[in-house]
């Protein structure tokens, strides 16, 4: 029996220090393993916060930048407020209520990618 379980996106960096800096400083992901042909060799890595990866590749053509990301979450509220108490030079995300019945947060990454974070208000 076929059963699909779960989507991993795969987002393009180009530098891995600040890659490390946004996605585990400031949005507190986790690395759950690295991989490099040869130690001078572009990264590749998977990182998790909850149930949520995502891949994160120095290789040229593993994808474009300019990717965004949802992420369907509950407690945005709390996220937000925690982001915003980091004081991250880089960013300062909104929450924004849409007309499709959400709460979401947008940041975009230092590469060109988009995250955006979103919880369904409808029953709310």
């Not at 709390?78 to 940041?107: F, M, Q, S, V």
């Amino acid at each position: 029996m076929m059963k699909f379980e779960q989507l991993v996106p795969i987002l393009r960096i180009f530098d891995e220090a600040k890659a490390r800096e946004f996605y585990l400083d400031f949005l507190d992901f986790t690395v759950d393993w690295e991989h490099r042909f040869e130690p001078e060799m572009p990264l590749y890595m998977q990182i998790s916060r909850g149930r949520i990866r995502l891949h994160l590749s120095e290789h040229y053509g593993d994808c474009s930048p300019g990717s965004a990301v949802r992420i369907e979450m509950t407690g945005i509220r709390e996220l937000h407020h925690e982001l915003l108490d980091k004081n991250y030079k880089y960013a300062r995300p909104g929450l924004e209520e849409t007309p499709w019945n959400t709460l979401e947060c947008r940041i975009g990454d230092p590469f060109g990618n988009r995250i955006v974070f979103c919880e369904s208000t409808l029953d709310k």
